[in-house]
Nanobody, 115 residues
Framework: QVNLVESGGGFVQPGGSLRLSCAAS????????VGWYRRTPGNQRELVAS???????NYTESVKGRFTISRDNAGNTVYLQMNNLKPEDTAVYLC?????????WGQGTQVTVSS
């Protein structure tokens, strides 16, 4: 069992930055992958970024060059640094950890980008 708690969301103007944190109740260094998803106001969910074993990262096309996923050395926290935010980045951001056959979710943190 892994409990995930997201934080760092908020309101920001276009072009601004936020850093989201996903704090795990135990080390998630050896899970299959940890991903940041977002759920838009239209209730669509998409994978934004993920980090897998060996620190292999993957990003959806729309955030490449703007977002960076990383984790701390202890493996308890995964971050999503978001720069040059756009209104279309507005969503609830959720952290997910996959450890086959299990999948763990946090409650999410709201990010609103607006002028």
């Amino acid at each position: 069992q892994v409990n995930l708690v997201e934080s760092g969301g908020g309101f920001v103007q276009p072009g601004g930055s936020l850093r989201l944190s996903c704090a795990a109740s135990r080390s998630i260094l050896n899970v299959d992958s940890v991903g940041w998803y977002r759920r838009t106001p239209g209730n669509q969910r998409e994978l934004v970024a993920s980090i897998a074993r060996g620190d292999r990262t993957n990003y959806t096309e729309s955030v490449k060059g703007r977002f960076t996923i990383s984790r701390d050395n202890a493996g308890n926290t995964v971050y999503l640094q978001m720069n040059n935010l756009k209104p279309e980045d507005t969503a609830v951001y959720l952290c997910n950890a996959k450890a086959f056959p299990f999948s763990y979710w946090g409650q999410g943190t709201q990010v609103t980008v607006s002028s």
